[in-house]
Every structure is written in C-alpha cells, then in structure tokens.
C-alpha cells in the first residue's frame, strides 16, 4: 500500500499540471479579447484614452459592474493598465497601452488579433456535437459553428487580402499579374471567398478584371456582398452560394483561387477538378493553404500546435459532414494537395516561394 502512495510527483508532472494552468488561464484571457472587441470596449480606450468603469460603461452601453471587472481582469492579465490602484474601484482609470493599440483596434493591420478571440470562441461553440462526433464518426456542419467562426475568421484574414495579396503576393508571380494588369479584362474566379476579402482586395489592386466569389455559407456570401458595396467595388465583385465541387458550376477564368479552404472540403478533388476545368487554356488556378511539415513529427511546430486545434475542434468535423468525405483536416501537408490536384488532372504543381508564417502558397497549371 506504501508503493501506491506518492509523497514526490512523477518528474515532469508538476511542470505539465503548471502548463495546462498557465493554457487555461491564457484562454481565459483570450476570451476577456472576445469580450473586450465584440462590445467596443477597446475602441472607447483608444478612442477616449484613459476610463473609469463607470465612464467606459457609458461610452459603450454597457452595464458598469460588469466592465469593471472586465477592467481589472485585463489589467491583471497585462493587457490594460491602471493608473492608481490604490483608488476607489469605480475612480481607478484604465488605458490601452500604445503597444496593444494596434493588435486590438487597427482593422487594417497585420498584427490585428482580437478576432482571435472570436475565432475561438466559434471553434469550441458546438463543442458537444463534436464529442458526439468523435463517438459515431459522424461529420459537424459548418453552420453549427455560429458567426463568431466565420466572422472571426474573415476579420483575421481581412488585413492581408486587402493589403498583401493584391500589393505582394500576386504581383510576385509575373505572367499572372501582367494577365490581370492587362488587356482584355481578366475574369477571376475565387472559390471559398468567405466574407469577400480576397475578391475585393484583388478587384481593389488590379482595377481592369472581374470577380466572381463562391462560398457555401449564406450568411458570409451577404456579408461579403455588403463588404463589396462597401468597397466600391460591386460592379465588379459578384458573390454566389455555390459549392466548389458542382460539375454544373460554369464560367472561363484567366486565373482561379482559392484560400485556406481546400483543406475543410469533403470533396477537395471535386473542387479542383472545378477549378481545372473554369480555366483558360493558358489559366492559372492559385491555391493557399496550411503551411505545415512534410511529415508528421512529435516536436511540430508552433503553427503546427495551433493548426492540430484548429482541426481536432473544427475543419475535421466539418470536412466530415458531408459523406463520401477525404477526411483531410487541417494538416494538409504539401504531398497531399499534391495528390489531390494530380488526381484532378492538373499538368504541374509548383510551390510558389511567397513567405507567410501561416499558408503555403500552390501553383496549378492545367
């Protein structure tokens, strides 16, 4: 009885007991950005600088006790600031550090992460579907996910297809971009478009060509409708609800995209194929995906840590909920697509030497 009795822990179990408790403390922080974006409560520091609880509640319509503790939780946590602790609860004045502006408020950044936090909380909302999943084997649609996936997702994205991929990554390939540049116009066909992010940014850089964007998910086609209108750009920019594997989907595309959502498709072969057979003869079909090894490895990477989440949680189970399924999930590694594309009938495949900590950018020539 002695031996079953410990009075010293496994070595090494200490250390991961205090790193599954540094994890949830960190969520927990993450979920405080949730809350901090969707109820404007960042914008107002940055905007007004230093706040009570009882000024910042008014400036958000918000109730005061709650954003206190809010309040004192992000500044606990290091993300907000506190000018005199030492004050009455409801006369201590709070600000965003200038460092934290960027990340929580600028929309237009790179560094803009408080959609993270939405993000997340999409991720885990159909939480026991997937436990059920896990049991039967069974798929978790798309729409079980909510808006806070979609639009944390789009919002993550934004900065980058309006800013990168119209400005860096596809002036970087120069047939494709002299073709959009040129004359007669260009027709571009972007599968997966989401919100529209990437039909707009690429309408936005290369003002002569056409966008026709195709997602499954309704709620996204409207919003990236709106966001087309918003942008000027809805001469130019059409969205529909179509899915990228339908033989029926027509059309003759000087180039075809599709961004970070080969790998949640049931079908990605199907889409391929659709997107093999949209082109011209001299057409180009674009794919970014997942950035991760060639080979599966203990160590990983730290993309590779978040991208497994992402998976386990969220693009298996979707990419499940439809039958027959690939199953692929998010760790789509560069072999993979490779077999994917081939199948689909495609004559090359080049991975294109575009730099992004995240996706991995694919060439397709028909």
């Given at each position: 009885?002695?031996?079953?009795?410990?009075?010293?822990?496994?070595?090494?179990?200490?250390?991961?007991?205090?790193?599954?408790?540094?994890?949830?403390?960190?969520?927990?922080?993450?979920?405080?950005?949730?809350?901090?974006e969707?109820?404007?409560?960042?914008d107002?520091?940055?905007?007004?600088g230093?706040?009570?609880?009882?000024?910042?509640a008014a400036?958000?319509?918000?109730d005061e006790?709650?954003?206190?503790?809010?309040?004192?939780?992000?500044?606990?946590?290091?993300?907000?600031?506190?000018?005199?602790e030492?004050?009455?609860?409801?006369?201590?004045?709070?600000?965003?550090?200038?460092?934290?502006?960027?990340v929580?408020?600028?929309?237009?950044?790179?560094?803009?992460?408080?959609?993270?936090?939405?993000?997340?909380?999409?991720?885990?909302?159909?939480?026991?579907?997937?436990?059920?999943?896990y049991?039967?084997?069974?798929?978790?649609?798309?729409a079980?996910?909510?808006?806070?996936?979609?639009?944390?997702?789009?919002?993550?994205?934004?900065?980058?297809?309006?800013?990168?991929?119209?400005?860096?990554?596809?002036?970087?390939?120069p047939?494709?971009?002299?073709r959009?540049?040129?004359?007669?116009?260009?027709?571009?066909?972007?599968?997966?478009?989401?919100?529209?992010?990437?039909?707009?940014?690429?309408a936005?850089?290369?003002?002569?060509?056409?966008v026709?964007?195709?997602?499954?998910?309704?709620?996204?086609?409207?919003?990236?409708?709106?966001?087309?209108e918003?942008?000027?750009?809805?001469?130019?920019?059409?969205?529909e609800?179509?899915?990228?594997?339908?033989?029926?989907?027509?059309?003759t595309y000087?180039?075809?995209?599709?961004?970070?959502?080969?790998?949640?498709?049931?079908?990605?072969?199907?889409?391929?194929?659709?997107?093999?057979?949209?082109?011209?003869?001299?057409?180009?079909?674009?794919?970014?995906?997942?950035?991760?090894?060639?080979?599966?490895?203990?160590?990983?990477?730290?993309?590779?840590?978040?991208?497994?989440?992402?998976?386990?949680?969220?693009?298996?189970?979707?990419?499940?909920?439809?039958?027959?399924?690939?199953?692929?999930?998010t760790?789509?590694?560069?072999?993979?697509f490779?077999?994917?594309?081939?199948?689909?009938?495609?004559?090359?495949?080049?991975?294109?030497?575009?730099?992004?900590?995240?996706?991995?950018?694919?060439?397709?020539?028909?």
């Amino acid at each position: 009885m002695g031996e079953a009795i410990r009075n010293e822990p496994i070595p090494g179990t200490e250390a991961f007991a205090e790193r599954l408790l540094g994890a949830a403390t960190e969520a927990l922080v993450l979920f405080g950005v949730y809350l901090g974006e969707r109820l404007g409560l960042y914008d107002a520091l940055a905007d007004a600088g230093p706040c009570t609880s009882v000024e910042l509640a008014a400036r958000t319509d918000a109730d005061e006790r709650y954003v206190r503790e809010w309040l004192e939780g992000q500044t606990v946590s290091g993300v907000l600031r506190v000018d005199d602790e030492t004050a009455r609860a409801t006369d201590r004045r709070y600000s965003l550090p200038d460092a934290h502006v960027e990340v929580l408020t600028d929309r237009d950044s790179l560094y803009y992460l408080a959609p993270l936090g939405r993000l997340l909380a999409g991720a885990v909302a159909p939480l026991s579907d997937v436990v059920e999943a896990y049991r039967t084997g069974e798929g978790v649609p798309y729409a079980a996910y909510g808006s806070d996936l979609h639009e944390g997702q789009a919002a993550m994205n934004r900065p980058s297809f309006l800013r990168l991929l119209g400005e860096e990554w596809l002036p970087s390939i120069p047939d494709v971009d002299a073709r959009l540049r040129g004359d007669p116009p260009a027709r571009v066909a972007d599968l997966g478009c989401g919100h529209g992010w990437s039909s707009i940014g690429m309408a936005r850089s290369y003002p002569n060509v056409r966008v026709d964007g195709y997602d499954l998910d309704e709620p996204s086609v409207e919003a990236a409708r709106r966001n087309a209108e918003t942008y000027g750009v809805a001469d130019r920019v059409s969205v529909e609800v179509r899915d990228a594997s339908d033989p029926t989907l027509g059309g003759t595309y000087t180039l075809v995209t599709a961004f970070e959502c080969v790998h949640d498709m049931a079908n990605p072969v199907g889409a391929l194929r659709t997107m093999r057979r949209l082109l011209t003869d001299n057409g180009v079909a674009i794919v970014a995906d997942e950035r991760v090894g060639d080979a599966f490895t203990a160590a990983g990477t730290d993309v590779e840590r978040f991208l497994y989440g992402a998976s386990t949680l969220h693009c298996l189970p979707v990419g499940r909920s439809d039958e027959p399924s690939a199953e692929t999930g998010t760790i789509m590694r560069s072999d993979t697509f490779r077999s994917y594309a081939e199948e689909a009938g495609f004559a090359s495949v080049e991975i294109l030497p575009i730099e992004n900590y995240f996706w991995r950018f694919y060439r397709l020539d028909p």
